[in-house]
């Protein structure tokens, strides 16, 4: 099958096939370099979500401009992405079955790559798997801070899957996953700011829970578009996942 020209600047929008991403590139590399400069005034890592775009590109220029890696939801996605040299990576996801966790174990010897996980029998699969590969593979354990569609409530059952995880010879605790996707788009901002003050003491529950039991919380990652000043002046959060902000879509607008 005959693949489709890429789009050339200067083209009609009607000799444009698709898909294909076009973009106001002055916007995107002002939206960039904002982001870049908002997380170090905040004194955060930026580690932008790629979902709302999948390109390899835009990951590239977000990292160049101070981004420490970038957030993908699936492992193919992760693996698209490392194919093309991206080397540190967040899968803001549960990886579930015997394949994809396979595949995660063989990224984890390639690139730096961490998932979520919130189920103490997903953490066993993923030890079976990597110790059989003998390859460690870093998880960050998710924290229900508001979503209620993933991830678990802070205190004891994340203080068990830390347990578990530090336990395992061939995994690694990398930090806690604290992300409140609803509240991005709440409309009202005192409302919006108010889910996110939530959400950071939720985070702070799960982060203290860890370090009164001895166990290292090295990262707190989370926030988005809509809320990353909040997480990012909060001292609990250590990196933020804003992503849409590279386009700022009609529903940001």
Request: glycine letters at 8%; one cysteine or more; charged letters at 20%.
């Amino acid at each position: 099958m005959t693949q489709p020209l890429p789009a050339r600047v200067g083209d009609s929008i009607l000799d444009i096939d698709t898909p294909a991403l076009v973009m106001d590139m002055a916007a995107f590399e002002a939206n960039v370099a904002r982001m870049a400069a908002q997380a170090q005034r905040l004194g955060v890592a930026l580690r932008p979500h790629a979902k709302s775009n999948k390109c390899v590109e835009i990951a590239r220029r977000q990292i160049a401009a101070g981004a420490v890696g970038v957030c993908v939801q699936k492992v193919s996605e992760a693996v698209a992405l490392a194919d093309e040299g991206i080397d540190d990576i967040l899968i803001c996801n549960e990886i579930i079955g015997d394949r994809k966790i396979a595949a995660l174990v063989g990224l984890s010897s390639r690139i730096r790559v961490a998932a979520c996980v919130d189920d103490l029998d997903n953490v066993a699969a993923i030890a079976r798997l990597a110790q059989a590969a003998r390859s460690t593979v870093a998880l960050m354990i998710e924290v229900n801070v508001g979503q209620g569609r993933c991830g678990v409530a802070p205190g004891d059952p994340v203080l068990q899957l830390a347990q578990a995880i530090t336990a395992a010879p061939y995994l690694k605790l990398a930090g806690l996953q604290a992300y409140h996707g609803g509240a991005q788009h709440i409309r009202d901002v005192p409302q919006r700011a108010a889910a996110a003050r939530a959400a950071i003491v939720q985070a702070a529950i799960a982060r203290d829970a860890l370090v009164t039991a001895g166990i290292p919380c090295p990262v707190v990652s989370g926030a988005g578009t809509g809320t990353f000043p909040y997480e990012g002046a909060s001292g609990v959060y250590t990196e933020i996942q804003p992503g849409s902000y590279v386009f700022m879509d009609a529903d940001y607008n």
